[in-house]
Structure formats: C-alpha cells, structure tokens
C-alpha cells in the first residue's frame, strides 16, 4: 500500500518561532505534494503544495521544501502565530491522477 | 469559493443499521472522494468517482458502498453499520488535473452504538 509517513505527530513551538513539519514517501511515480491545514471542526484546506520538477515553493511565512533524491518533502512555518494551531497533513498524488493519499497528520501548538 | 456540503452533519446509528451519508458539490469537479479520519490514521481514502456513473474502491473499501448518480452528488453507505465504523467521514471533490486542489466538507460525526 501506497504509504506517505508524517513527523512529528505533535509539535508544540513559541510564538514567534520556526514550524518545521516533515514528510517521506516510497512511491517514485508520485509528483504532486500538497499540504492541508485543518482547524477543529473543520475539513482540510489546502494550505500549500509543490511538484516534484520544482525543489521550493514559498506563500507568505509557509515554505514547503521537496528532496526527489532522498524522497522527502518539508513544510517550514517561520514566525508561528497562535493562530497557526491545527493539523498539518501532507499527501501525495502520482500516476493514478485520482487518489490522494495523506499523511497522518501533525498537530501543532504555538503558544503565545 | 469552491463548496461542498455534507449531511447529516452528526448521526448515531444502531449497530446493524443502515446508515447513508450525502454529499454535494457546487464547483462541477469531476472527481469526489470520501475518507474516513480517526486518531492516529490521519485521512484514509474509503471510496473515489470519476464521474457519474463511476464508483472506485479507495484503501479501506470493505463495509462501505459509494454511489454517484450526479456530477454533484456522491453518497456513501453503510449497509450493516458496526461500531468500528465510528469516525469522522469528510466528503471532498477535485478537478482531473494531477495538481488541482481537492476540498474538503466540514465532515461527518457518525457514532455507531
């Protein structure tokens, strides 16, 4: 079974500080590589994502970094905000355009 | 702003029951996507369409069915419903493109009793 594998599973930081989330995969066929944030009581929201010709991608304080070689990808939060706090999950989508597959998340706590 | 909307948005069910969750979709994706979310499994994929008319198996298929009789609506069902089934089901739609946003529903809280 296809696998994405997420760390930490829970993170607590300062505010003010830097987020750093990551993610490996065993599939080589995958090549899309979002990230979703999800507050309480809410669904998943797509928070950032890269394709794998690409090794960076930048929104604002959000910055995921992709390694092809080592099959890693990273989302690097700098300046955490309280209201940063939720789950953070990667996934992962290759050849069967269709499926995506997540992480299992990670919580986030920034404590003010 | 892309909408999906899932109903009931809570449901306790009785072991054994048959338990039917909806969704529709106003952003005429032709991609649907129901997962199921528990603690320590993050989002698992239960069923997936293509289109109407088309019903795939996701990851964890069994004791799930899924119908998709419109472009926007895309159901799942639980025949025989079990307390294992207890989880939070969220609906999603999707274009076809490899690197299109997939959104999400606010979910669904079924607790089988």
């Known amino acids: 079974q296809q696998q994405v594998r997420q760390s930490p599973q829970s993170l607590t930081v300062w505010e003010g500080g830097t987020t750093v989330l990551t993610c490996s995969y065993e599939?080589?066929?995958?090549?899309?590589f979002p990230w979703y944030q999800q507050f309480p009581g809410e669904g998943p929201a797509l928070l950032i994502s890269i394709l794998s010709v690409s090794d960076k991608k930048e929104d604002g304080r959000f910055t995921t970094f992709f390694n092809k070689r080592e099959k890693k990808l990273s989302l690097h939060i700098i300046d955490s905000q309280p209201g940063d706090s939720a789950t953070y999950f990667c996934a992962a989508r290759g050849t069967n355009a269709y499926k995506v597959i997540f992480g299992k998340g990670t919580h986030l706590h920034v404590l003010p | 702003e892309a909408a999906v909307t899932q109903s009931p948005r809570n449901k306790v069910a009785v072991t054994g029951g048959k338990v039917t969750l909806s969704c529709n979709q106003t952003?005429?994706?032709?991609?649907m996507y129901w997962y199921r979310q528990d603690t320590g499994h993050g989002l698992r994929l239960i069923h997936y369409s293509y289109g109407a008319g088309s019903t795939e198996k996701g990851d964890i298929p069994d004791g799930y069915k899924a119908s998709r009789p419109s472009q926007e609506n895309f159901s799942l069902i639980l025949e025989l419903a079990t307390p294992s089934q207890t989880s939070v089901y969220f609906c999603?739609?999707?274009?076809?493109?490899?690197?299109?946003?997939?959104?999400f529903g606010k979910g669904t809280r079924l607790t089988v009793v």
């Open positions: 999603a739609s999707g274009g076809r493109g490899r690197d299109t946003e997939v959104f």
């Open positions: 952003n005429n994706h032709n991609n």
């Open positions: 599939d080589s066929t995958f090549n899309y």
